[in-house]
């Protein structure tokens, strides 16, 4: 009897529909805990901070993006690859200061809001994705980078493009710099 192909890189993808359902019934069950938005948004943060603690190691080795020597590439690295890789999108990217180190992620599409198609009602101040942000500062502050992450704009907020702002808060530190290439 023939056995079936392998088929491992198959058996690895999540589905992306379950994904986004998972995490709408997750900031659905959030909105029932806790009254604040921003207890709420604070939640979302903390539990992406945690996952990008650990996303970073995978990232990493999965990309083999090299050290970069700038803010401007460490973000188009976010956009051009991590986005990439792990939502299948490519944000633009912006950057907003002389001094180089605060940058926009510009969104035309974001699959976490799929079926969403409003804020649900008295939730003005929810940042619906910002476990996104959390994700960012995490894996950022492990390649010891301390950036501050917010959505500075949202379409589930009524405005015309979703927009994620990055602050580096400290320039890049060779010596403590923890990758070697
Ligand atoms: C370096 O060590 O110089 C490279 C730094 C690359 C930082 C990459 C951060 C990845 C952020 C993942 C975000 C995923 C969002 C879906």
Do not use: W
């Not at 299948?88 to 974001?110: M, Y």
């Amino acid at each position: 009897m023939s056995r079936p192909a392998y088929r491992r890189p198959e058996y690895q993808k999540i589905n992306k529909d379950l994904f986004v359902l998972t995490y709408g019934a997750l900031v659905a069950q959030l909105c029932k805990d806790y009254e604040k938005d921003e207890d709420v948004n604070k939640y979302l943060d903390k539990m992406g901070y945690g996952i990008g603690t650990r996303l970073i190691e995978d990232f990493l080795a999965r990309s083999c993006v090299r050290r970069c020597h700038s803010y401007s590439e460490v973000t188009d690295i976010i956009a051009q690859v991590a986005f990439k890789m792990y939502l299948g999108i490519t944000p633009s990217v912006t950057c907003n200061n002389a001094s180089r180190n605060e940058f926009s992620l510009i969104l035309d599409k974001n699959p976490l809001v799929d079926f969403v198609e409003e804020l649900p009602a008295g939730r003005s101040s929810l940042c619906y994705c910002n476990l996104l942000c959390g994700v960012i500062r995490g894996a950022l502050e492990m390649v010891h980078l301390s950036a501050d992450v917010s959505f500075l704009q949202d379409r589930l907020k009524g405005d015309k493009v979703t927009e994620i702002g990055i602050t580096f808060l400290k320039k890049l530190d060779e010596k403590k710099y923890r990758r070697k290439k």
